[in-house]
């Protein structure tokens, strides 16, 4: 995260000095991170153990999506139909808002012939959050992909610096690439974004 902080404060040039508070570099790298989920998703393996008529489970702290489900398909295949082990419909899994947070509704809830015969242990993919940690290993950005990070998170950088300013005309110089001319935050955020854009695609995302 350091190393990162201190690439993006020196790539900002002027703009980076209205970055002060503690955690503003920390906040640009880690919005721009989960900008990611879409272009390089992240499939991790998740499990929870099911109960016999309950529908509502606790999500995963960091997952955005449900991916399948594995329950009765992997690693045991489930019985065939004629077969007196056969566990009928199996449940589909939806993610939503509860009131202590993400949870995974399964319906129908699944029943005590299921839980017999395919276990309690429910085990699914899903898509998690990229996430900006410490140290390199805590990161979850490929470092192929660094400088898209900070590429996101100059126009992160920029997206700020428009809402701050809404009612004040800003212009910055144009320092990433020395040119004489100068850009307000808003058009430096459409022309980083589009070049974020751009080169995500063409790294066959």
Same mark, same amino acid.
């Given at each position: 995260?350091?190393?990162?902080?201190? #690439?993006?404060?020196?790539?900002? @040039?002027?703009?980076?000095?209205?970055?002060?508070?503690?955690? #503003?570099? =920390?906040?640009?790298? *880690?919005?721009?991170a989960?900008?990611?989920?879409? $272009?390089?998703?992240?499939?991790l393996?998740?499990?929870?153990?099911? =109960? %016999?008529?309950?529908?509502?489970?606790?999500?995963?702290?960091?997952?955005?999506?449900?991916?399948?489900?594995? +329950?009765?398909?992997?690693? %045991?295949?489930?019985?065939?139909?004629?077969?007196?082990? +056969?566990?009928?419909?199996?449940? !589909?899994?939806?993610m939503?808002?509860?009131?202590?947070?993400?949870?995974?509704?399964?319906?129908?809830?699944?029943?005590?012939?299921?839980?017999?015969?395919?276990?309690?242990?429910?085990?699914?993919? $899903?898509?998690?959050?990229?996430?900006?940690? #410490?140290? %390199? !290993?805590?990161?979850?950005? @490929?470092?192929?992909?660094?400088?898209?990070?900070?590429?996101?998170?100059?126009?992160?950088?920029?997206?700020?610096? /428009?809402?701050?300013?809404?009612?004040?005309?800003?212009?910055?110089?144009?320092?990433?690439?020395?040119?004489?001319?100068? /850009?307000?935050?808003?058009? +430096?955020?459409?022309r980083?974004?589009?070049? +974020?854009?751009? *080169? /995500?695609?063409r790294?066959?995302?």
């Amino acid at each position: 995260m350091g190393d990162l902080v201190a #690439d993006l404060k020196a790539s900002l @040039h002027d703009a980076g000095e209205v970055f002060v508070a503690a955690g #503003d570099m =920390e906040r640009l790298l *880690k919005v721009s991170a989960l900008d990611f989920n879409g $272009y390089r998703p992240r499939t991790l393996l998740g499990k929870l153990t099911v =109960e %016999a008529g309950r529908m509502a489970y606790p999500a995963p702290d960091d997952c955005y999506l449900f991916k399948s489900s594995l +329950w009765g398909i992997a690693p %045991a295949v489930r019985a065939k139909p004629w077969e007196k082990q +056969w566990p009928g419909r199996l449940p !589909d899994v939806r993610m939503i808002d509860g009131a202590a947070g993400k949870e995974l509704h399964l319906t129908p809830e699944p029943s005590a012939h299921q839980v017999a015969v395919l276990g309690s242990e429910f085990r699914f993919y $899903y898509f998690g959050n990229h996430v900006i940690g #410490d140290t %390199a !290993d805590k990161t979850t950005i @490929h470092p192929g992909d660094r400088f898209l990070l900070l590429l996101r998170a100059q126009a992160e950088a920029m997206r700020e610096l /428009m809402i701050r300013n809404i009612k004040k005309p800003v212009q910055l110089r144009d320092g990433l690439q020395s040119a004489p001319k100068n /850009m307000t935050p808003a058009a +430096w955020y459409e022309r980083l974004m589009a070049e +974020w854009a751009e *080169k /995500m695609q063409r790294q066959g995302v």
